[in-house]
C-alpha cells in the first residue's frame, strides 16, 4: 500500500451557494489529522467526498493508494466511519445493525464489538432511535472500530459526548494510531480535543484549504504574541489576526515577523489560535457592521 494513508489532491464540488475549490492534503500514517473550519467552510462536504456519497467535479482523493471510487470496496473495507448525524437502521435494533456490518466487511470483529458495547453499557438489543445523541455516538464508533479499519473518519465524533466519554473516546484514538500504522482524520469544531490529540491540522476557510501542517511546523511557523496595545507599533498590517481590547491585544503572527514587537508575551498557537485569527479579519468588519447597525436601531 501507498506510503499515505490519506490523500486528497485538487478536490473540487461545487454547489449552487458553495465551492470546495481544488483542495489538497495528505495524511500521514500513525497520525491524527485534526481538520479545523467554521461551520460551512466543507469540512463535510470533504468528509462525504472521501466517502464517495457525493460526486466532485475535478481531483483524486486516494486511501492507502487505492481511488475511492475505482477501488469503492477495497476502500471501504479500509476506512471506519462515524458521520455526524446518525446513520444507522435507527428503528432497528443495534445488534441487527452490527449484523449487517458483519456482511458488509470483510473483518468484522464480533469480540471487539462485544468489548465496546460493554464497555460504554450499550443496549444493542434495544432499537437505535431510542439512544440518546451520545449513545449514537459510541454506537457508530463501536460499530467502525470493529471491522478493523486501517483509517478512521470522524465527522465531529466528540459532539453530544459527556467529558468523560470524550477523554475515553480520545484515548481510544490514540491507541489505535499507536503502531503507527493506522490513522485518523478527526474533523471538529472541539479544537480543544484537538490540542489534546493531533498531530497536524488542517484549516479549511470558506471551501479553499488554507494551511495544512504538522503541530512541529505549526509551532515553527506561528505564534500567539499579546501586550499593550502600544507595542504594536504600527505592525498592525504584519499580523494575520489581532483581537484588541482598549489596552490589550492579541494576535497570530509568523515568527518571522515577531522581531518587529517588543515587550509582548510569546506562546505557542493552539487549534483554536489557528482557526479564530485566520478568519477573525475576514468577519469582523461585518460583526462591527452588525453591531453599529444594533446601536442606531436602539
Same mark, same amino acid.
Given at each position: 500500500?501507498?506510503?499515505?494513508?490519506?490523500?486528497?489532491?485538487?478536490?473540487?464540488?461545487?454547489?449552487?451557494?458553495?465551492?470546495?475549490?481544488?483542495?489538497?492534503f495528505?495524511?500521514?500514517?500513525?497520525?491524527?489529522?485534526?481538520?479545523?473550519?467554521?461551520?460551512?467552510?466543507?469540512?463535510?462536504?470533504?468528509?462525504?467526498?472521501?466517502?464517495n456519497?457525493?460526486s466532485?467535479?475535478?481531483?483524486?482523493?486516494?486511501?492507502?493508494?487505492y481511488?475511492?471510487?475505482?477501488?469503492?470496496?477495497?476502500?471501504?473495507?479500509?476506512?471506519?466511519?462515524?458521520?455526524?448525524?446518525?446513520?444507522?437502521?435507527?428503528?432497528?435494533?443495534?445488534?441487527?445493525?452490527?449484523?449487517?456490518?458483519?456482511?458488509?466487511f470483510?473483518?468484522?470483529?464480533?469480540?471487539?464489538?462485544?468489548?465496546?458495547?460493554?464497555?460504554?453499557d450499550?443496549?444493542?438489543?434495544?432499537?437505535?432511535?431510542?439512544?440518546?445523541?451520545g449513545?449514537?455516538?459510541?454506537?457508530?464508533?463501536?460499530?467502525?472500530?470493529?471491522?478493523?479499519?486501517?483509517?478512521l473518519?470522524?465527522?465531529?465524533?466528540t459532539?453530544? *459526548?459527556?467529558p468523560v466519554?470524550?477523554?475515553?473516546?480520545? =484515548?481510544? &484514538? @490514540? +491507541?489505535f494510531? %499507536? !503502531?503507527g500504522?493506522?490513522?485518523?482524520?478527526?474533523?471538529?469544531?472541539?479544537?480543544?480535543?484537538?490540542?489534546?490529540?493531533a498531530?497536524?491540522?488542517?484549516i479549511?476557510?470558506?471551501?479553499?484549504?488554507?494551511?495544512?501542517?504538522?503541530?512541529?511546523?505549526?509551532?515553527d511557523?506561528?505564534?500567539?504574541?499579546?501586550?499593550?496595545?502600544?507595542?504594536?507599533?504600527?505592525?498592525e498590517?504584519?499580523?494575520?489576526?489581532?483581537?484588541?481590547?482598549?489596552?490589550?491585544?492579541?494576535?497570530?503572527?509568523?515568527?518571522?515577523?515577531?522581531?518587529?514587537?517588543?515587550?509582548?508575551a510569546?506562546?505557542?498557537?493552539?487549534?483554536?489560535?489557528? *482557526?479564530?485569527?485566520?478568519?477573525?479579519?475576514?468577519?469582523? =468588519?461585518? &460583526? @462591527? +457592521?452588525?453591531? %453599529? !447597525?444594533?446601536?442606531?436601531?436602539?
Amino acid at each position: 500500500m501507498e506510503n499515505k494513508a490519506l490523500m486528497i489532491d485538487g478536490v473540487t464540488k461545487e454547489y449552487k451557494n458553495f465551492k470546495l475549490d481544488n483542495a489538497s492534503f495528505t495524511v500521514e500514517p500513525g497520525t491524527v489529522m485534526g481538520l479545523i473550519g467554521q461551520n460551512g467552510a466543507g469540512k463535510t462536504t470533504i468528509v462525504r467526498l472521501i466517502m464517495n456519497m457525493i460526486s466532485r467535479k475535478s481531483g483524486k482523493i486516494s486511501v492507502f493508494g487505492y481511488d475511492n471510487i475505482d477501488d469503492e470496496i477495497k476502500v471501504k473495507n479500509l476506512l471506519g466511519y462515524v458521520a455526524d448525524e446518525d446513520f444507522m437502521f435507527g428503528g432497528s435494533k443495534l445488534k441487527n445493525n452490527a449484523a449487517v456490518y458483519s456482511e458488509l466487511f470483510d473483518e468484522w470483529d464480533n469480540e471487539k464489538y462485544q468489548k465496546y458495547i460493554k464497555f460504554w453499557d450499550i443496549p444493542d438489543d434495544k432499537k437505535v432511535s431510542s439512544y440518546s445523541k451520545g449513545t449514537k455516538t459510541k454506537a457508530m464508533l463501536a460499530l467502525a472500530l470493529s471491522h478493523n479499519p486501517q483509517l478512521l473518519i470522524l465527522d465531529e465524533p466528540t459532539a453530544g *459526548l459527556d467529558p468523560v466519554a470524550r477523554m475515553e473516546v480520545l =484515548d481510544i &484514538l @490514540r +491507541d489505535f494510531v %499507536s !503502531d503507527g500504522k493506522k490513522s485518523v482524520l478527526f474533523s471538529t469544531h472541539i479544537t480543544g480535543d484537538l490540542d489534546k490529540i493531533a498531530d497536524a491540522i488542517t484549516i479549511i476557510i470558506d471551501g479553499k484549504v488554507t494551511e495544512s501542517l504538522n503541530i512541529d511546523q505549526i509551532e515553527d511557523k506561528y505564534a500567539v504574541i499579546s501586550g499593550n496595545n502600544s507595542e504594536l507599533g504600527g505592525h498592525e498590517g504584519r499580523l494575520i489576526g489581532l483581537r484588541k481590547g482598549n489596552v490589550n491585544f492579541e494576535a497570530l503572527v509568523k515568527r518571522s515577523d515577531l522581531e518587529l514587537f517588543k515587550n509582548i508575551a510569546v506562546t505557542s498557537p493552539n487549534a483554536e489560535n489557528l *482557526l479564530t485569527y485566520s478568519i477573525w479579519n475576514n468577519r469582523k =468588519d461585518k &460583526l @462591527r +457592521d452588525i453591531i %453599529s !447597525d444594533k446601536g442606531e436601531q436602539a
